[in-house]
């Protein structure tokens, strides 16, 4: 059974910094995209941040300079590091694994950014 748990998520002030971790099981981690996904109450789940399975990342604008994804095949994790957070910020975010039409998602872990 594949299990994607995400965790690391909780409110923050604006300007602060949080560390999101995502543990996979039951997958072959090291083959598959890993990607970082969004949601804001009332908007669509939007991509934040993809790397691929040879270390190539890429960024939504409205994080570029701000976040930073990456991974540890050997701890089957990819982490996401915010910071300079901005209210903006604020959804569930949600880890994604994808490899050809194989896809899974996590669970979702909120992150808050407020004074």
């Known amino acids: 059974q594949v299990q994607l748990v995400e965790s690391g998520g909780g409110l923050v002030q604006p300007g602060g910094s949080l560390r999101l971790s995502c543990t996979a099981s039951?997958?072959?981690?090291?083959?598959?995209?890993m990607s970082w996904y969004r949601q804001a109450p009332g908007k669509q789940r939007e991509l934040v941040a993809v790397?691929?399975?040879?270390?190539?990342?890429n960024y939504a604008d409205s994080v570029k300079g701000r976040f930073t994804i990456s991974r540890d095949n050997a701890k089957k994790t990819v982490y996401l590091q915010m910071n300079s957070l901005k209210p903006e910020d604020t959804a569930v975010y949600y880890c994604?694994?994808?490899?050809?039409?194989?896809?899974?998602w996590g669970q979702g872990t909120q992150v808050t950014v407020s004074s």
């Open positions: 790397i691929t399975s040879g270390g190539s990342t």
């Open positions: 994604y694994a994808e490899l050809s039409r194989r896809n899974y």
């Open positions: 039951g997958i072959i981690f090291s083959i598959f995209t």
